[in-house]
Every structure is written in structure tokens, then in C-alpha cells.
T-cell receptor, first 115, second 109 residues
């Protein structure tokens, strides 16, 4: 099992540029989560999907952020336009179907730096 | 006041010591998660519990629903246990996790 795959692992961009982060969940998992981690705020949920449908996007900071899950094996998080305060580590996680209480499996994260 | 609070924020220990990390929450929960974040940044789920106690190797997690409190214990600590330990609460009818700020543990040989 390859685990949750995220790309790129590191991204450095300039303010105003569009940034797209990618995530491939573990095969067979039906829930996918996008998190952001900063020194100031720690880990925060941005959005999560269940069966490719967005369930809770209350953590998405503002309209500059958007997330899609076109199929069960792929999701993107897009920031347009990016700002220096978006610099953070972005984690994707997935969890399997089944019982109500499932653990989440985290990807390695994408470290984003916006100059 | 954060909905999920951890203590201590930082913890140092000598190899072999018994370690306790505490987590208190103010919201109703369906489950409480303990996560470990290694110095390299990777996050691993350690436990998910809604009542009682769970044990995995040298790690033990307990939860008291009435007191809204959970503890993570590490017996016979080892330098490789050095990491940030994060608790997270999951509310009812949601998969959303609310995270504590983490406890940074350093175990010295």
C-alpha cells in the first residue's frame, strides 16, 4: 500500500501566482480531508469530502481557496491568487468506509512558501 | 479558550521515564484521536477512542467522557519517542477534527 500521496512535496511561488496541490488517497478510502498546519494556528481542517462530495468546507479561509474531488482517486486544493500568509504545510488525509469511527491516514504534506 | 487544550506544551524526559500527556476538551465528542508528528513532519494516527482505554506497545490512551479528559501515556520512554503529540476531538455526526496545539516531547538518552 503506497499510502496517501501528495504532490508536490515542496512549492515555492511568488505572491499572486496560482498554486495547485494534489492528493491521491489510499485506494478504497471514501473520505478525504485537506488540512493546513502553521506555527501560529497548528492543524486546521480546511475541507473534507465523502464519496467525492464536499461535506464541510467551513474551514476554507476565503474565496481564494477551492478544492475539488473529480473522482475517488484524486483531489486538488487550489489557491488563486496566493499570498504570503498562505505559507504553511498542507496535509491530505483519507479514511476508509465502514464504521462511524475511522482513523485517518495522513500524506507526507506539501510545504508551501509564498514569497 | 480553545475547544481542545493540551498540557504540557513542552516536555523533556530521560530515557526510561514514564510520560503522561493530557488533553481536555469542552465540546461533546464522538471520538478522541491521538496523533504523532515526527521531526520530519509526517503525521501518524496512534489511537482513536470513544471510551475506556487502548494500548499499543508502550503507548496507552485513556479517556474519561464525564470529565472530558484524555491522557496519553508512554511507558519506558525512548529517544525515538521524541515527537509532537496531538490530540483531536471529533464531534457528533461529523468527521471534522478539532485539534489541540500539540505537546512537544524530547526524550534524552
Amino acid at each position: 500500500d503506497a499510502g496517501v500521496i501528495q504532490s508536490p512535496r515542496h512549492e515555492v511561488t511568488e505572491m499572486g501566482q496560482e498554486v495547485t496541490l494534489r492528493c491521491k488517497p489510499i485506494s478504497g478510502h471514501n473520505s478525504l480531508f485537506w488540512y493546513r498546519q502553521t506555527m501560529m494556528r497548528g492543524l486546521e481542517l480546511l475541507i473534507y469530502f465523502n464519496n467525492n462530495v464536499p461535506i464541510d468546507d467551513s474551514g476554507m479561509p476565503e474565496d481564494r481557496f477551492s478544492a475539488k474531488m473529480p473522482n475517488a482517486s484524486f483531489s486538488t486544493l487550489k489557491i488563486q491568487p496566493s499570498e504570503p500568509r498562505d505559507s504553511a504545510v498542507y496535509f491530505c488525509a483519507s479514511s476508509p468506509p465502514g464504521t462511524r469511527y475511522n482513523e485517518q491516514f495522513f500524506g507526507p504534506g506539501t510545504r508551501l512558501t509564498v514569497l | 479558550k480553545n475547544e481542545v487544550e493540551q498540557s504540557p506544551q513542552n516536555l523533556t524526559a530521560q530515557e526510561g521515564e514514564f510520560i503522561t500527556i493530557n488533553c481536555s476538551y469542552s465540546v461533546g465528542i464522538s471520538a478522541l484521536h491521538w496523533l504523532q508528528q515526527h521531526p520530519g513532519g509526517g503525521i501518524v494516527s496512534l489511537f482513536m477512542l470513544s471510551s475506556g482505554k487502548k494500548k499499543h506497545g508502550r503507548l496507552i490512551a485513556t479517556i474519561n467522557i464525564q470529565e472530558k479528559h484524555s491522557s496519553l501515556h508512554i511507558t519506558a520512554s525512548h529517544p525515538r519517542d521524541s515527537a509532537v503529540y496531538i490530540c483531536a476531538a471529533r464531534g457528533y455526526n461529523t468527521d471534522k477534527l478539532i485539534f489541540g496545539t500539540g505537546t512537544r516531547l524530547q526524550v534524552f538518552p
